[in-house]
């Protein structure tokens, strides 16, 4: 629009603000621009987890860049205003890019463009002309026909000095920025429905909390409670074989919501089949499905990627768990002098008072676990350049390493149950342990694997107990019972230095000297509630000039193994038991025996816990879902395919043949025209070129 002015010259009138806004927002570089940040938020969303306990990102990133990473939301990407912001402005500069090209180009397909000149015509680059006897009439009507053939439609203009034959065709590429354009607006709207938007439209409007409590889930309060009217809900309920559920619990980022199911799940019989590994090859859950208001039941197999619909709700069998397996264990004391076990029983999920001090908390039982037991470096061994402090410090975090690490599939082996508890004191503070029920042979060694960790972002480090003859604990337990008794330790010295001077000729005298010296080391090996073991022998042997230490250190430990020899001799005596006998595997068991109780005292439990029998109960672990903004998606990611189809395969053509009265007959002017030009188009040009101008046979 423009307005006269006083100079003569025509001057522009501003567009309105309004105006400027729609089009800038319904501009490529805005939608790019989004795109851009979208990917971006995408990036940060895959590789950072999302929706993890707050304590993991707190061990990840420390308190400081937790808080602002939480500001951020970086924990929960998909689910921040920001994004849904960048989402809804997407949505929005796509839809009216549809609104204002949309019938434009609806129009330009419908039209035959039939006002071009002839003049024009002149200025393309793909024409030609030809003369023909026919009438203008009759050469207007073959060329028609013989468009019609080639695959074109066709429409015939009179003009006022000739006749124009108008040709179009592939004018549906245009559908293809129609459906394309489309498929972006329908994949976000299916996206936001099966998000967690109306979920979060819950908590702001209508009061909904998450539960951060503990306890039965009937007795959470209605707050955190959501109404089976959910549209759309993505949660996952564990049922124990034989049991029932109707629930399904939401994750939220400070808490959990409970979501009431239109159905109630009943779990007859959980199948889990093995590799001969001992690793999950195939689990599957035999299941009833009852509709909580019409009472419809449906019977079904639920299996990983072969879900359960029931009544537009998706069960999937996501895992599963201990189902609260009972337990019958045998407890050692892992301090004092103690040695005789005591019986001990537990339900996975429940807790067990263990005495005045400490609390058993089963947190999970595994019927088979899948460790690699390869060979590994020796874990005694010395390491030349380095302290017998550093040596001793590297051999222990060798000796305490996670079993857990595989470094080749050809060693993974089922080394048979295990039992996970904690052990929480009257402060709160826990430990957590994992014990395997049988020995496992570790380096030709056959020991007992006892796992400890302080954090559960850390890995297990494992204890491992030597098996004795009978192939339990006993004898270690024995020993290690002997080493925390004075009277014990000294009757072990005294023998020991018996047997190293039995026909000694300096006598008494050297004797009671390797006597102090063996119960001194015994002692000192003992340790106390600060150290012991081998970091205890470490620290003595510091304080000795260094130039001494390493010889030294071999008369330390030569009387120390001698003497321990003797202990586990006179516990046996003490139990009424005969001494064994000096062969090779018992010094192979010594050895291991004496390793283990250097790293007991890193165990940090007061007791060992040995499992001795069970009841397997177990459970499956189903994710549920609600998601109505499948089909949406689906059919937005048809729309993408045929835009693309569209736009790519389907190439538009305009022809136009003008027509006027000449002497001898007609003179013809053809003009062809695309949006893209290609080796078919320009071949297309030629077949046309010779058959329009060929007369009729």
């Given at each position: 629009m423009s307005s006269p002015s006083t100079t003569g010259i025509q001057l522009k009138t501003r567009r309105p603000v309004v105006g400027e806004i729609v089009e800038l927002i319904s501009s490529m570089r805005f939608a790019i621009a989004l795109l851009a940040m979208i990917a971006i938020a995408a990036i940060i969303g895959t590789v950072m987890k999302q929706g993890e306990p707050s304590a993991n990102y707190i061990n990840q990133f420390g308190p400081f860049w937790y808080e602002i990473f939480r500001k951020i939301g970086l924990y929960n990407v998909y689910s921040t205003w920001w994004f849904l912001l960048l989402m809804t402005a997407l949505v929005t500069s796509t839809t009216l890019c549809i609104?204002?090209?949309?019938?434009?180009?609806?129009?330009?397909?419908?039209?035959?463009?039939?006002?071009?000149?002839?003049?024009?015509?002149?200025?393309?680059?793909?024409?030609?002309?030809?003369?023909?006897?026919?009438?203008?009439?009759?050469?207007?009507?073959?060329?028609?026909?013989?468009?019609?053939?080639?695959?074109?439609?066709?429409?015939?203009?009179?003009?006022?000095?000739?006749?124009?034959?108008?040709?179009?065709?592939?004018?549906?590429?245009?559908?293809?920025?129609?459906?394309?354009?489309?498929?972006?607006?329908?994949?976000?709207?299916?996206?936001?429905?099966?998000?967690?938007?109306?979920?979060?439209?819950?908590?702001?409007?209508?009061?909904?909390?998450?539960?951060?409590?503990?306890?039965?889930?009937?007795?959470?309060?209605?707050?955190?409670?959501?109404?089976?009217?959910?549209?759309?809900?993505?949660?996952?309920?564990?049922?124990?074989?034989?049991?029932?559920?109707?629930?399904?619990?939401?994750?939220?980022?400070?808490?959990?919501?409970?979501?009431?199911?239109?159905?109630?799940?009943?779990?007859?019989?959980?199948?889990?089949?093995?590799?001969?590994?001992?690793?999950?090859?195939?689990?599957?859950?035999?299941?009833?499905?009852?509709?909580?208001?019409?009472?419809?039941?449906?019977?079904?197999?639920?299996?990983?990627?072969?879900?359960?619909?029931?009544?537009?709700?998706?069960?999937?069998?996501?895992?599963?768990?201990?189902?609260?397996?009972?337990?019958?264990?045998?407890?050692?004391?892992?301090?004092?002098?103690?040695?005789?076990?005591?019986?001990?029983?537990?339900?996975?999920?429940?807790?067990?008072p263990l005495n005045d001090a400490y609390t058993v908390e089963w947190t999970g039982f595994r019927p088979f676990n899948v460790e690699n037991v390869g060979p590994t470096d020796d874990p005694r061994a010395v390491t030349k350049g380095k302290s017998l402090e550093e040596e001793l410090a590297q051999s222990l975090d060798k000796h305490t390493g996670s079993a857990g690490k595989n470094a080749s599939n050809k060693n993974l082996k089922n080394?048979?149950?295990?039992?996970?508890?904690?052990?929480?004191?009257?402060?709160?503070q826990a430990r957590e342990y994992q014990n395997y029920m049988q020995p496992v042979t570790v380096d030709g060694a056959t020991v007992f694997l006892a796992g400890v960790r302080a954090n559960p972002s850390d890995n297990f480090s494992y204890l491992r107990i030597p098996a004795d003859d009978g192939h339990s604990v006993k004898e270690w337990m024995r020993l290690r019972a002997a080493l925390h008794d004075p009277a014990l330790r000294s009757a072990a010295a005294q023998r020991y230095a018996e047997r190293a001077t039995p026909n000694s000729a300096a006598g008494d005298a050297l004797r009671a000297q390797l006597q102090a010296s063996a119960d001194k080391s015994l002692g000192i090996f003992a340790g106390n509630d600060k150290s012991g073991g081998f970091m205890a022998i470490s620290q003595f042997l510091e304080k000795i000039p260094p130039g001494e230490q390493e010889k030294a250190a071999d008369v330390f430990m030569k009387i120390l193994n001698g003497s321990l020899w003797d202990l586990w001799q006179v516990a046996r005596a003490k139990d009424g038991l005969a001494s064994v006998s000096e062969d090779e595997n018992h010094a192979r068991f010594l050895q291991l025996a004496t390793n283990a109780l250097s790293d007991a005292f890193f165990y940090g439990g007061p007791v060992y816990l040995q499992l001795d029998d069970f009841t397997e109960i177990k459970a499956s672990v189903f994710q549920v879902t609600r998601s109505p903004g499948k089909n949406v998606v689906y059919l937005g990611c048809l729309f993408l395919v045929l835009g693309v189809f569209a736009m790519f395969y389907i190439r538009e053509r305009r022809l136009w043949i003008w027509i006027k009265d000449d002497a001898a007959g007609a003179e013809a002017l053809m003009a062809m025209s695309t949006q893209r030009k290609t080796l078919d188009f320009e071949r297309e040009f030629e077949i046309l070129k010779e058959k329009l101008p060929q007369s009729a046979a």
């Open positions: 609104v204002r090209n949309g019938p434009k180009m609806l129009k330009d397909m419908r039209s035959w463009r039939e006002n071009v000149r002839e003049q024009s015509l002149l200025n393309f680059h793909h024409k030609m002309q030809w003369r023909s006897p026919l009438p203008r009439q009759a050469l207007a009507q073959q060329s028609a026909a013989r468009l019609k053939d080639a695959g074109y439609q066709v429409k015939l203009v009179e003009k006022d000095s000739g006749t124009l034959v108008a040709a179009k065709q592939g004018a549906a590429n245009k559908f293809g920025y129609i459906f394309a354009h489309s498929a972006i607006v329908i994949i976000c709207l299916g996206a936001v429905m099966d998000s967690d938007v109306p979920i979060r439209l819950q908590e702001w409007f209508l009061g909904k909390t998450p539960f951060t409590g503990s306890g039965l889930i009937s007795q959470v309060p209605p707050q955190h409670r959501l109404s089976t009217g959910n549209p759309t809900f993505r949660g996952n309920t564990m049922i124990p074989e034989g049991q029932n559920s109707s629930t399904a619990i939401l994750a939220r980022p400070d808490g959990v919501l409970i979501q009431e199911l239109p159905f109630t799940i009943n779990l007859k019989k959980f199948t889990i089949d093995f590799y001969s590994t001992g690793m999950p090859k195939l689990f599957a859950s035999d299941v009833e499905v009852r509709d909580n208001q019409t009472g419809e039941t449906v019977k079904g197999t639920i299996e990983v990627n072969h879900p359960l619909i029931f009544n537009g709700v998706a069960i999937y069998q996501s895992s599963f768990e201990d189902g609260g397996s009972k337990l019958k264990l045998s407890g050692f004391p892992m301090s004092g002098g103690d040695s005789k076990p005591f019986e001990i029983a537990g339900e996975v999920g429940g807790t067990t080394v048979g149950p295990s039992v996970n508890y904690k052990l929480r004191d009257k402060t709160g």
